[in-house]
């Protein structure tokens, strides 16, 4: 009888074993990696709705314009992935932007959305927090080498943000060749460029403006988290509601599916595979809520998808994390 009963007994204490593991797992990474970076958007959110801070778009231009160039041009010049797993994230960063794109414009002409509402929904759809999330998540969880992947990420994602986004934001009231004209103006997609350039011919700069680059580039993340709080600080629900939670839902549970089939679907394997996964899951980026308010494109629709995507990621991405194997140290 006592032989019977271990019998029936083990799975189900196998099963509790998992179980406490996993949660444990969950919480740890919860803790460890997503608080550390919402207390820093919390004190800034505060700040915000407090009023001590109230004019936020020279910090925000002050990221699009300098900070984050030079974070990309830092990133790419200085990267050492291999060039298999670096055309690896390029080409998955640059399909999950195409393929959620398609099922974004398909939505909006099926439910009938304006050009300025399709451009806010684009918008909120396609470009993730990358770098103020996602880099900082990938360093607390896997290290410098989930940083030097993280970075290629957010470099492909800015360089569409900065360039794609743009386009997509004026376009909702500007014509082609006005559209165009405001890519071209963007920074990020040069300072890219340039460090691949760099990267490749093994060139450095001279000291005084290398150390000033790597200023510019340290300050970038702590100046995209200020941003992250501020824009929360002032996101408003309106009466497109359910436009909103239709972004968010995209964001938080279809990118995240969409991201796993497509990374097996290029055979992506171990460390670039959770980074490209789980970059591709984080939030609404706040750059898509600063250029939609640079060009006029329903920024408050924009950043309330932001505020509601933030806020979902603490689970989502926690959950994501612990389903990718992550192993806390």
């Not at 470009?127 to 970075?151: C, D, L, S, T, W």
């Not at 300072?191 to 000291?207: E, M, R, Y």
Request: charged fraction near 10%.
């Amino acid at each position: 009888m006592s032989r019977v009963f271990l019998c029936l007994t083990r799975p189900c204490f196998r099963l509790h074993s998992r179980v406490v593991s996993a949660l444990n797992t969950f919480f740890t990474a919860l803790f460890t990696i997503v608080v550390p970076i919402l207390l820093v958007a919390g004190v800034a959110f505060g700040l915000g709705k407090a009023r001590i801070v109230t004019e936020q778009r020279p910090l925000a231009r002050l990221s699009l314009y300098f900070f984050s160039p030079a974070l990309a041009f830092q990133a790419l010049s200085r990267s050492t992935v291999d060039a298999s797993d670096f055309f690896s994230i390029v080409a998955f960063a640059f399909l999950m932007v195409v393929i959620v794109g398609a099922l974004g414009i398909v939505l909006a002409r099926i439910l009938k959305f304006d050009r300025l509402l399709t451009s806010a929904f684009l918008l909120s759809i396609l470009f993730v927090n990358a770098g103020n999330y996602g880099i900082p998540f990938n360093q607390f969880a896997f290290g410098k080498e989930g940083v030097a992947r993280a970075a290629i990420y957010f470099t492909v994602n800015s360089v569409l943000a900065n360039t794609l986004a743009v386009y997509i934001a004026s376009a909702g009231h500007s014509d082609l060749r006005k559209s165009l004209g405001a890519v071209l103006k963007m920074p990020l997609a040069y300072a890219a460029v340039l460090g691949l350039i760099f990267n490749a011919l093994h060139l450095s700069l001279p000291d005084p403006i290398a150390r000033a680059v790597e200023l510019a580039a340290v300050a970038a993340l702590p100046v995209m988290l200020v941003n992250l709080g501020l824009e929360l600080a002032r996101a408003k629900l309106r009466d497109y509601e359910w436009r909103v939670f239709l972004a968010t839902g995209i964001k938080l549970l279809l990118s995240p599916l969409i991201a796993l089939a497509l990374a097996g679907v290029l055979g992506m394997e171990g460390l670039t595979r959770s980074v490209s996964i789980i970059e591709a899951s984080m939030p609404t980026a706040v750059m898509a809520s600063l250029i939609a308010t640079e060009f006029q494109a329903r920024s408050d629709f924009v950043t309330s998808v932001v505020f509601l995507s933030t806020i979902g990621s603490t689970i989502t991405l926690t959950l994501l994390l612990v389903l990718l194997g992550y192993v806390p140290t």
